[in-house]
């Protein structure tokens, strides 16, 4: 799959809840080529520090018209520079980068919590292209944080909410609700994307009934492209670099979360 640097023009953003926005970009490019589960690297700004480029996953894409969606984080200097980005306002882009997800799941499940839910958006409206919506099971801390269950709204079956707070939802993790929901259907993968300890417990528990899982690894990224190593975290027996060889991975895989 061909790379593409390109400068992506700001069409639009939208305030999520207090730290989160959703940018749209004219990227025709990547729009027609990125798959669920792949990143592209933000350049946030050509002037001024911070200099370096930014992963953020792809949370949709409109072919037609040529549009990519991001998701991100209002968190440190480089998101709060994009934050400020206006309507017109051009960006240096390159991607799709990295290995997406396996999308030949039947029956799939999708459990997820903070901006790894973005991703996992963008694999609901592929797997609603061809007929299957997901049952979704999303954590937060808060009644906040849960926003994500009306972006998922008509591209999923089942939705399971939880808060750590109890605001909204069952009171707890994720956790709290997937023995329920993995007792009551049969499904054929799980894809968990989110903090690092909630895609350890939840493969732990997938992988141990027996169920395929896919995880979308975060971790620091210099280059983006495989030549820095500073994403690179221990696989079962080898190393791997989360940016080339990932960012998901079959939960197997993963040695280090
Ligand atoms: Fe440089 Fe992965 S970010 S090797």
Not at 83 to 107: H, M, N, W
Not at 204 to 219: H, M, N, T
Request: aromatic share 6%; proline share 5%; with cysteine.
């Amino acid at each position: 799959m061909t790379k593409h640097l390109t400068d992506a023009k700001v069409v639009g953003q939208r305030i999520l809840n207090a730290t989160t926005k959703e940018m749209d970009l004219i990227a025709p490019d990547i729009a027609a080529e990125a798959l669920p589960g792949q990143f592209v690297n933000v350049q946030v700004t050509r002037h001024t520090a911070p200099l370096l480029r930014r992963p953020l996953g792809v949370a949709g894409v409109d072919r037609e018209n040529g549009v990519l969606t991001l998701i991100y984080r209002i968190l440190g200097e480089a998101t709060h520079v994009l934050a400020e980005a206006c309507t017109g306002d051009v960006l240096s882009l390159v991607g799709p980068l990295g290995r997406g997800f396996e999308r030949s799941a039947q029956k799939p499940l999708f459990v997820g919590g903070g901006t790894g839910l973005a991703p996992l958006l963008y694999l609901a409206d592929d797997f609603c292209a061809r007929g299957i919506k997901p049952d979704v099971l999303m954590g937060g801390r808060t009644e906040t944080e849960l926003f994500w269950k009306d972006l998922f709204a008509g591209k999923a079956g089942k939705i399971g909410l939880t808060t750590d707070d109890g605001t909204l939802g069952a009171k707890g993790t994720v956790m709290a609700l997937l023995p329920e929901m993995l007792q009551a259907e049969q499904y054929d993968i799980v894809y968990v994307c989110g903090p690092a300890p909630m895609m350890k417990a939840v493969s732990a528990d997938v992988l141990a009934r027996k169920i395929p899982c896919q995880v979308s690894l975060e971790k620091y990224m210099g280059c983006g492209l495989g030549a820095c190593l500073s994403c690179s975290c221990q696989g079962v027996g080898r190393r791997i670099k989360v940016c080339k060889d990932g960012p998901v991975f079959w939960a197997q895989e993963v040695a280090e979360w």
